[in-house]
């Protein structure tokens, strides 16, 4: 009996020293991960207003630091401020050919969430994007991402265009005071980009800019706003003296369906 109890006990101290040994080594390898973990930024950049009823924007990952950025997927929930439908639907779709990403992982739909929040009194809805995860690190089916960034045209690389149509006008001046989710919720995604280190795939660590961040791509486009211009063409008068002359006011841009008033050399109002 005693002779079975020091084997036991002493294959108890071997399988003790093994979990020590597996555990250091587990330990080791996430300081070792954790140390070679890609970084990157998050932007919403080139914003436009195609027509009353139509915005898009770019949405673009850029690798900051010196690990590289071997991308396995990338997901995000983009707050838009509902009050922009002015009583319209919305709806949402990727502009076709607009990815940079390796073909495996182009985006290939896009949703807009049905659930409202409220953030620092703006009520949001989410457009929800969760982009087709690569393969493996290697064979070509995932994304290298840039960290080449040309100002706020090209900051890293473009992961698609989104358009944003809605069946009625655009409130007059208003704004999609764009924000990222970082916590899953109803029909809100958790922003997350993911990447391979030494073939794990490891969260990479992120800056998101926000609409209101410091340092942001986002204009915080003003939609439907009074941008109008306007371009003269003149007729001279046969003779000095005579009224036989003409200017003619062409006014362009956003706006420039609505009613107004002019004033001649400041004169009284003209509808």
């Known amino acids: 009996?005693?002779?079975?109890?020091?084997?036991?006990?002493?294959?108890?101290?071997?399988?003790?020293?093994?979990?020590?040994?597996?555990?250091?080594?587990?330990?080791?390898?996430?300081?070792g991960l954790q140390a070679q973990t890609p970084t990157y930024d998050m932007y919403i950049t080139n914003q436009s207003q195609v027509d009353s009823k139509t915005y898009q924007f770019d949405v673009y990952l850029?690798?900051?630091?010196?690990?590289?950025?071997?991308?396995?997927?990338?997901?995000?929930?983009?707050?838009?401020?509902t009050s922009i439908t002015n009583g319209g639907t919305l709806?949402?779709?990727?502009?076709?050919?607009?990815?940079?990403?390796?073909?495996?992982?182009?985006?290939?739909?896009?949703?807009?969430?049905?659930?409202?929040?409220?953030?620092?009194?703006?009520?949001?809805?989410?457009?929800?994007?969760?982009?087709?995860?690569?393969?493996?690190?290697?064979?070509?089916?995932?994304t290298i991402i840039s960290a080449t960034k040309t100002g706020c045209t090209s900051p890293g690389t473009r992961v698609g265009t989104y358009r944003?149509?809605?069946?009625?006008?655009?409130?007059?001046?208003?704004?999609a005071k764009h924000i990222f989710n970082l916590t899953a919720g109803s029909q809100r995604t958790a922003t997350a980009v993911t990447c391979y280190v030494s073939g794990v795939n490891v969260t990479a660590v992120g800056t998101i800019y926000n609409y209101n961040t410091v340092g942001t791509c986002d204009q915080n486009l003003s939609l439907n706003g009074c941008a109008v211009s306007a371009g003269v063409s003149t007729n001279a008068v046969v003779c000095y003296g005579q009224s036989t002359?003409?200017?003619?006011?062409?006014?362009?841009?956003?706006?420039?369906?609505?009613t107004g008033t002019y004033k001649l050399d400041g004169g009284a109002s003209v509808s």
């Open 91 to 142: 709806s949402i779709s990727i502009v076709s050919n607009s990815s940079e990403l390796v073909s495996s992982q182009v985006p290939q739909t896009v949703v807009i969430g049905n659930a409202y929040n409220t953030i620092n009194g703006v009520v949001y809805r989410y457009i929800n994007q969760a982009v087709q995860g690569a393969t493996g690190p290697s064979n070509g089916t995932s």
């Open 164 to 175: 944003l149509v809605n069946t009625r006008d655009f409130r007059s001046a208003s704004s």
């Open 245 to 258: 002359g003409s200017a003619t006011v062409t006014l362009s841009g956003l706006g420039t369906s609505s």
């Open 62 to 81: 850029l690798r900051t630091g010196s690990n590289v950025l071997n991308m396995a997927g990338v997901q995000f929930g983009l707050g838009i401020d």
């Open 1 to 31: 009996m005693r002779i079975l109890t020091n084997k036991t006990k002493t294959m108890t101290q071997k399988t003790s020293l093994l979990k020590y040994v597996m555990s250091l080594m587990l330990v080791m390898l996430g300081f």
